[in-house]
Every structure is written in structure tokens, then in C-alpha cells.
């Protein structure tokens, strides 16, 4: 956890202080439940299962289309994996698929630098509108907005030295 805070604050964008103040949150919590869980012994059926969904989703963003896929990899109810969610996480596992994704995405577009519906296509969107929308939906900016402030400028770009 606090390797991520590190490599997160050292990104220079208009979230990172955001996404660290929330890395702090995470981690507060995270200590918190961690003596409240030494003093019980063992997590519960139903912490355990949301952890299952919340590391699937993580490592596996952006294979992973609805909710419905989740529950099936997880042998476990849809309807049941959403309460658990809501209730460790505060928001959907579909809404937290998303913001996953669109964090890929937002990641694609700086690394890649490519057309919008390059980016949409390679997060599993077909509609690179509907994709659009969504990444506004997530970080407040559409795509294109996204790429014009972060692309990397060519001009800055210093050619390599010839070694004389």
C-alpha cells in the first residue's frame, strides 16, 4: 500500500493529489481493520468473498466487462457480490469495474498518445462515443480533452545527443 501512495504521488497530474488523499484513506482503514481483525481472529465468509471480487477486479480490469462475468468467475450471486461491495466499499462493483478501467484507459492514452477509438477498442468498448462518455462520466474531461493536456509535447522532445 504504501508503495502504491509512493508511485501515485510521484505521477504529476491534476488527480494525483486526490487519488493520494484517498491511498491515505485506504490505508487508515486498512490499519484500522487490521487490529479490529487480530482482535476477532478471522475475517468473515462475507469480507472475504468482497475481497475476492475487489482483487479479481483489480488485477483483472480490463478482461472484465459486467457484472455478471464477475459473479460467474466468483461462483457467486450478482445481486450479493453488489451488497457486499456497497456495503466494504461504498459504491457498485460494476461502478468500481469502471473507474478501474477508465484508470487503464487514462493510462493508455498518455503511454500511447493514439486515436481515442484506438484506446476504446483496446479498453472493450466497440462505441468509442459511449466510451467517451463514460471516461468523462469518471475523470470530469472527455478522452480527446484528456490527450491534448497530457500528450507529451514532440517539441520537448530532445533528440539524442551524437556523442561528440
Known sequence: MFDLLIREGGEHTPFTREICDRLGELLLLKISE??????????????????????????EAGRLSSLDQIAAELHAEASGLNRLFRRYQGVSPYQYLLRCKMNLAARDLMASGGFVKEVAARAGYADPYHFSRLF???????????LRLYKPDPRQVRPASSGR
Open 136 to 146: 468523462k462520466a469518471v475523470h470530469g474531461i472527455s478522452p480527446a480533452h484528456f
Open 34 to 59: 487490521s487490529r479490529r481483525h487480530r482482535s476477532s481472529g478471522r475475517r468473515s465468509p462475507a469480507r472475504e468473498k468482497f475481497l475476492q471480487c475487489k482483487a479479481l477486479i483489480d488485477e
